[in-house]
């Protein structure tokens, strides 16, 4: 975002290992990607990250982490940022596109929804 305005959304398709990542493991790999996207854009730059998964703020205080995390601590570590957390309700848009794809999977396992 710049100036309350989105400038651009990033997305990408899981991974097939992926798949299987919980919430938890699934964020950070979120914010690994984005970094990575606009790394250009963000090095040298003091900016906020903002999210409304509450467990990111805490995620280089946490004292028991595996390689994935440690490489990903590690890339993260390179840029100038605070993240901030948001409530969903406060940031439905988001929230609703990152839920569309359980959405869907909710309403196919529906009954009188055949597979």
Do not use: C
């Amino acid at each position: 975002m710049q100036e309350d305005h989105v400038i651009f959304y990033e997305s990408r398709n899981l991974k097939v290992n992926e798949n299987n990542y919980s919430t938890h493991d699934l964020e950070p790999a979120a914010i690994v990607h984005a970094l990575k996207m606009w790394r250009h854009y963000l090095m040298g730059s003091i900016f906020e990250l903002k999210t409304n998964h509450h467990n990111l703020i805490y995620l280089f205080r946490h004292p028991n982490l595996d390689a994935y995390r440690v490489r990903s601590i590690e890339f993260v570590s390179e840029f100038n940022f605070e993240i901030k957390h948001i409530k969903s309700k406060e940031n439905q848009v988001l929230d609703a596109l990152s839920r569309k794809n359980q959405i869907s999977q909710m309403k196919a396992i529906e009954p009188g929804n055949h597979i």
